[in-house]
């Protein structure tokens, strides 16, 4: 810290944000007896709280947002010269920076033309959604509506994507949901004993075949859209297993099923290509993303189509009702893609990409020699710089250790100065994961620290 704050501004802001913020995801009584952490200042892969604790970050701003680090000077003067130029315009207008953003993301993403300006993963979710249903009525008279969602999996928080959350404890006490969305079973192999029917072998041809069995006990003809994490994230992070996506692109073309990928987290470089779903060769129809596109300096949200289904909005202009009828008043702001054209600018100029797959690789093989020392690490699966380690009590029955004790690994790792995840009040009796996402120019000596605190957390807790 450079000193920018006396401890007298510091306490005042404490005693305000006590007495007025209520913070997300937060059980608030704590703050009965202890400080909330503020975090007043970052650079690289570190964060620095009120009391001046520097923290190794291992996920990037808490929810795998931050992918190119903190204090970014060339992103904040691009924001900046932005602003002074035009802040806003609504986006039934163009701008400079969304015209030219949406040109460098489209390059990345071949089969796709379209991007459509949001300002949170929920509502680009949302915009998926409506297309669909609104493809639906145009095309098949309202029948094929449904989209499908699978277990585990979540889209957002609004009480649409909530529907569409595969989360049981996330959505508890929000219900009634919204109508029309279905859910399919999880693609987790390492849980597979828990599935009926699960086979020893071709595990991931068998988790897409239980697509199809849902689309056909709902009919096929009801069916609009599915949607899909590329590797799931809050849910466990749970990467697809051999064969699953190559037979659930078939399913989409053999029943007219839209295929849409949520890439919240994965997109924009987190598992070391430019999109998750690019590791498997799939051509989804729509692909969501937002935490990574401008790793939070400035909010932008973007739902991506193919000329197929933006040409389905406008094939009939006599039609008054024939357009996408949908306004996002923040998707108008300026700030998004000029901070998403220098984000992307810095990934390609620093060899972000490749560094995420060596660095992932890297973590992986610390994290599965950590699980050589200790038994609780019952599996260690990811992708590039986006990693889980599940724990469980006894490796042979795979009963997850109780949610409080990951918890205190967590807590563990925080006094020593490292910031790491886990799964929370997600998939009931399931919150037994770690959770591990650095920012994208992670080096080996961050990894090393991120898993000797893991080492040491695991020994405290677990004995
Ligand atoms: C996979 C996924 N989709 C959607 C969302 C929702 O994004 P937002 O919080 O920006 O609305 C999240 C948020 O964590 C997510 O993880």
Redesign the pocket.
């Known amino acids: 810290m450079d000193g920018t704050y006396s401890q007298n501004d510091l306490s005042h802001v404490v005693e305000a944000d006590k007495a007025h913020v209520w913070h997300h995801l937060v059980q608030h009584k704590a703050f009965d007896s202890k400080d909330p952490n503020i975090i007043i200042e970052g650079k690289g892969m570190r964060v620095w709280n009120q009391a001046g604790k520097e923290h190794l970050d291992a996920v990037s701003g808490g929810?795998w947002t931050v992918n190119v680090g903190y204090g970014r000077e060339r992103i904040a003067k691009a924001v900046y010269e932005q602003l002074m130029r035009v802040n806003y315009f609504a986006g039934a207008a163009g701008s400079v920076p969304g015209a030219l953003f949406a040109e460098k993301l489209i390059e990345k993403m071949p089969g796709l033309t379209r991007v459509y300006y949001t300002n949170?993963?929920?509502?680009a979710?949302e915009k998926a959604f409506k297309m669909i249903r609104q493809i639906a009525h145009k095309r098949y008279g309202g029948k094929k509506h449904k989209i499908l969602y699978r277990d585990r999996d979540?889209?957002?928080?609004t009480i649409a994507?909530l529907s569409a959350g595969g989360q049981d404890e996330r959505n508890a006490q929000y219900g009634p949901f919204t109508p029309g969305f279905v859910r399919v079973p999880h693609c987790l192999e390492y849980r597979k004993h828990e599935q009926e029917g699960a086979p020893a072998a071709n595990y991931g041809e068998w988790a897409a075949d239980q697509i199809e069995q849902v689309i056909l006990a709902e009919g096929p003809d009801t069916i609009g859209g599915l949607c899909l994490?590329p590797v799931t994230?809050?849910g466990g992070v749970i990467p697809a297993p051999e064969g699953y996506w190559q037979k659930v692109q078939e399913i989409c073309r053999k029943y007219d099923i839209l295929l849409h990928i949520?890439e919240?987290?994965c997109g924009v470089g987190r598992t070391g290509t430019w999109f998750g779903y690019q590791h498997y060769g799939i051509e989804p129809d729509f692909v969501t993303m937002?935490?990574g596109v401008a790793s939070g300096y400035a909010a932008i949200?973007c739902c991506v189509t193919s000329e197929r289904v933006f040409d389905m909005f406008k094939d009939d202009a006599d039609d008054p009702m024939n357009y996408f009828r949908d306004i996002s008043t923040f998707g108008g702001c300026t700030a998004g893609p000029a901070a998403a054209i220098e984000n992307m600018a810095i990934i390609e100029d620093e060899g972000l990409l490749a560094n995420t797959a060596a660095m992932g690789d890297y973590m992986t093989d610390q994290l599965n020699a950590l699980a050589d020392r200790h038994a609780v690490i019952g599996d260690v699966r990811g992708k590039g710089l986006f990693l889980g380690a599940e724990l469980v009590a006894d490796r042979t029955s795979k009963e997850p250790v109780p949610e409080a004790q990951v918890q205190a690994v967590v807590g563990d790792c925080m006094g020593q100065g490292v910031i790491i995840g886990a799964t929370n009040r997600s998939v009931p009796g399931r919150n037994n994961t770690l959770c591990f996402s650095p920012a994208l120019i992670a080096t080996k000596d961050d990894i090393d620290q991120i898993v000797s605190a893991v080492d040491g957390a695991l020994g405290r807790v677990f004995g």
Not at 120 to 123: A, I, K, R, V
Not at 154 to 157: E, L, P, Q, R
Request: proline letters at 0%.
């Open positions: 929810v949170s993963g929920s509502e979710n979540y889209h957002g928080t994507c994490e994230a809050g949520d919240v987290v937002a935490k949200a």
